[in-house]
Nanobody, 124 residues
């Protein structure tokens, strides 16, 4: 069974950068689409970027285009989220999720596996 663990969150000033990691065990992430989802306090969970199982398609929320980049390292069985030029509204919990043999998408209910989340706080 696939197990996901996020890491890399923390406190950063506006304009700063963080790199989040989603490490998998139990199965290879190369067979899954992987998405990163952001949940601010009191708000719904929203897709940020996602990448297809074949790595031929990616999808980004308009709010993060040009700032965030999703990537895979199959040798490490890990997916990354590089976050640049961070803004206070980026604050919240970031989750990674996997959907087997899927294209990139933001449909929360269709993702099969979820990590526990990692906290990102953007504040001066």
């Amino acid at each position: 069974q696939l197990h996901l663990v996020e890491s890399g969150g923390g406190l950063v000033q506006p304009g700063g950068s963080l790199r989040l990691s989603c490490a998998a065990s139990g199965s290879s992430l190369e067979y899954y689409a992987v998405g990163w989802f952001h949940q601010a306090p009191g708000k719904e969970r929203e897709g940020v970027p996602c990448i297809s199982s074949s790595e031929i398609n990616t999808k980004y929320a308009d709010s993060v285009k040009g700032r965030f980049t999703i990537s895979r390292d199959n040798a490490k069985n890990t997916v990354y989220l590089q976050m640049n030029n961070l803004k206070p509204e980026d604050t919240g919990i970031y989750y990674c999720a996997a959907d087997v043999a899927a294209p990139a998408h933001f449909k929360v209910g269709y993702y099969d596996y979820w990590g526990q989340g990692t906290q990102v706080t953007v504040s001066s």
